[in-house]
Each structure stands twice: as structure tokens, then as C-alpha cells.
């Protein structure tokens, strides 16, 4: 989100390969939206990817969206909803979980 409050979807692609490993984008996007809280062009951050995550009050890991959210008022949360796909191809999701995020974007400004 720009600091007027406008919202904009961005992107990253890596230009040395046509199948970028999934870290590599992310750390790409990271330093990207950094650079963008540096120069005070944007005031919030949502990344949003899959994941294999270990689900609360259970000992299994599961598949989930994770949403990092990093606000330049010092607010950083990590996000979860957890899913599965069933034979029919339908999908459950879970309960949401959320834990304390990393503040990577905002923290290094």
C-alpha cells in the first residue's frame, strides 16, 4: 500500500533463469519492498505464498497460505490458513493462526 492508500500488486521475476527456485523470488520481493519503506513509498506490505507448516495443537505439518504483513508503524504478523485439497479436488480450509512476524521490511528501514 503507498502511503496515499493505494493499493498496487507487485511482482519480481528473475532474469537469469525461467524457473527461479521460491526463496530466491522472495528474497527478491523482500529486498525489493525494502528498498520501496526506504524511499518511503509504501506504509504496508502483504506477501503472500504457499508453505508446509507445522498446525497448531497437532504434531503434523500441513499445507498453507502464509500472509506476511509488515506496516511501518512497527506492526509485523505472519498469517496462516491452512488447507487440503480432498480427492474431489474440493478445498477444506482450517482455522486461521497467526504468529509475531519478522519486521523485515520495515525493521531495516
Known amino acids: 500500500m503507498k502511503p496515499d492508500g493505494e493499493v498496487?500488486?507487485?511482482?519480481?521475476?528473475?532474469?537469469d533463469t525461467d524457473h527461479p527456485k521460491s526463496n530466491d523470488l522472495l528474497h527478491l520481493l523482500?529486498?525489493?519492498?525494502?528498498?520501496?519503506?526506504?524511499?518511503?513509498?509504501?506504509?504496508?506490505?502483504?506477501?503472500?505464498?504457499?508453505?508446509?507448516?507445522n498446525l497448531p495443537d497437532t504434531d503434523k505439518k500441513g499445507d498453507a497460505i502464509?500472509?506476511?504483513?509488515?506496516?511501518?508503524?512497527?506492526?509485523?504478523?505472519?498469517?496462516?490458513?491452512?488447507?487440503?485439497?480432498?480427492?474431489?479436488?474440493?478445498?477444506i480450509y482450517g482455522a486461521i493462526f497467526a504468529n509475531k512476524g519478522k519486521s523485515e521490511i520495515f525493521g531495516n528501514s
Open 30 to 53: 523482500r529486498n525489493s519492498f525494502s528498498a520501496m519503506a526506504k524511499a518511503g513509498e509504501c506504509k504496508v506490505t502483504a506477501i503472500v505464498f504457499d508453505v508446509r507448516v
Open 8 to 15: 498496487v500488486h507487485i511482482g519480481v521475476k528473475d532474469e
Open 66 to 91: 502464509q500472509i506476511c504483513l509488515d506496516h511501518a508503524d512497527s506492526f509485523s504478523v505472519e498469517v496462516f490458513l491452512p488447507y487440503e485439497i480432498v480427492e474431489s479436488g474440493r478445498v
